[in-house]
């Protein structure tokens, strides 16, 4: 059985661009979450999802974060315009339900230059 | 205060050694997560408890309610065990991870 995939696995761009991250979490997974790592710590829960509907986003900035989960399936994440803090790692993961075991993907690092 | 505290923060052994590593929360939680994640690497759940004991080869994973407390033990260690473990605990509908135990066991 596949794991969540995320892509892309690493990205660079410049100071005040956009960026995008995309994940395919398991098949059958109604719960899809968004995490930033900073090095050196635990993860941070930006979303999450329930099918299509975001039920936690309180962490999220939403000034410039954005996420959407359109048929409850596949996600994105988007950062308009990307600062130099935000360079960090970004997981997806998912799960069959809210308290579930969750199953991560490998993860997106963001370097903002 | 972090919600969920890990204990060492950082832990170097010899192969072969008994390892534990600690995780105190100071919330109610209905569940606690182990997770491994290996440096450049994913996350990887390696137990979900919510009271007592779990055991998957030579990872032990125990549990007290009561005390708030949680412990991974890592039998007959070795290299490829290196890694970063962190401990997660579900507060209802939230996650809160601790900051993660690097471990890195010697040849």
């Known amino acids: 059985e596949a794991g969540v995939v995320q892509s892309p696995r690493y990205k660079i761009i410049e100071k005040k661009q956009p960026v995008a991250f995309w994940c395919n979490p398991i098949s059958g997974h109604n719960t899809l979450y968004w995490y930033l790592q900073n090095l050196g710590q635990g993860p941070e829960l930006l979303i999450r999802?329930?099918?299509?509907?975001?039920?936690?986003d309180s962490q999220l900035p939403k000034d410039r974060f954005s996420a959407e989960r359109l048929k409850g399936v596949d996600s994105t994440l988007k950062i308009q315009p990307a600062e130099l803090g935000d360079s960090a790692v970004y997981l997806c993961a998912s799960s069959a339900g809210t308290v579930e075991t969750q199953y991560f993907g490998p993860g997106t690092r963001l370097l903002v230059l | 205060k972090n919600e969920v505290e890990q204990s060492p923060q950082n832990l170097t052994a010899q192969e072969g050694e008994f390892i534990t590593i600690n995780c105190s929360y100071s919330?109610?939680?209905?569940?606690l997560h182990w997770l491994q994640q290996h440096p450049g690497g994913g996350i990887v759940s390696l137990f979900m408890l919510s009271s007592g004991k779990k055991k998957h080869g030579r990872l032990i994973a125990t549990i007290n309610i009561q005390e708030k407390h949680s412990s991974l033990h890592i039998t007959a260690s070795h290299p490829r065990d290196s890694a970063v473990y962190i401990c997660?605990?579900?507060?209802?509908?939230?996650?809160?991870f601790g900051k993660g135990t690097r471990l890195h066991i010697l040849p």
């Open positions: 997660a605990a579900h507060q209802n509908d939230k996650i809160i």
């Open positions: 919330v109610g939680i209905s569940a």
């Open positions: 999802y329930e099918n299509e509907e975001a039920v936690d």
